[in-house]
């Protein structure tokens, strides 16, 4: 049996052109924002279920912050890749 192995490269651009420093730079910035997304609102979430006990507002409340910072990432995800490049 044969294997065969699969490369990963990016459609509009060549394999040789991404840099280790690249690849650094667009998980940290993914991971960072991946963090910003999700422990907002699901600390609002949680916090107002534990201390209501009313699963209703806390999903609504929690859809709402992960929605609205959904709808900020492009200038999000510009500062934290400018805060990489210096």
């Not at 999000?76 to 210096?86: L, M, N, P, T």
Request: a neutral charge.
């Amino acid at each position: 049996m044969s294997r065969t192995s699969i490369k990963f490269q990016f459609p509009c651009q060549k394999s040789e052109n991404i840099t280790p420093d690249i690849m650094i730079k667009m998980i940290s910035t993914s991971a960072i924002l991946a963090l910003l997304f999700t422990v907002p609102s699901l600390g609002l979430f949680l916090g107002i279920y534990w201390y209501t006990d009313n699963l209703l507002m806390g999903a609504i409340i929690g859809f709402a912050i992960h929605f609205l910072t959904l709808g900020l990432s492009p200038p999000i995800s510009q500062f934290i890749s400018s805060y990489f490049d210096s």
